[in-house]
Nanobody, 122 residues
Framework: QVQLVESGGGLVQPGQSLRLSCAAS????????MSWYRQAPGKERELVAT?????????YYIDAVKGRFTISRDNAKNTVYLQMNSLKPEDTAVYYC??????????????WGQGTQVTVSS
């Protein structure tokens, strides 16, 4: 069955970096677009970034993370990453890896990982 297992979250100080990983299994990873979402305490879940199946199409949906976050994927390792630099307290959230039903950002999400907590605090 489909599994999405996130790792790499933790507690960091403002300005530091984290790299989230999402190990995928149970489907043809190289033909699916992948996205990262986040949900901060008391706020709605928001879409952070999407990467197409070929790794060429990339979109960031939150202006505040543009230039600081980088989504990437390694189809040989069935893994998608979210590199987060210059972290701010407002980046504190649970981050979720998601799979889309096709290779494009236009396809809906059909599976979610369990989430990994990112806390940015001094």
């Amino acid at each position: 069955q489909v599994q999405l297992v996130e790792s790499g979250g933790g507690l960091v100080q403002p300005g530091q970096s984290l790299r989230l990983s999402c190990a995928a299994s149970g489907f043809t990873f190289s033909s699916r677009a992948m996205s990262w979402y986040r949900q901060a305490p008391g706020k709605e879940r928001e879409l952070v970034a999407t990467i197409g199946s070929d790794g060429i199409y990339i979109k960031y949906y939150i202006d505040a993370v543009k230039g600081r976050f980088t989504i990437s994927r390694d189809n040989a390792k069935n893994t998608v990453y979210l590199q987060m630099n210059s972290l701010k307290p407002e980046d504190t959230a649970v981050y979720y890896c998601t799979k889309r039903v096709g290779g494009s950002y236009l396809h809906p999400v059909d599976y979610w990982g369990q989430g990994t907590q990112v806390t940015v605090s001094s």
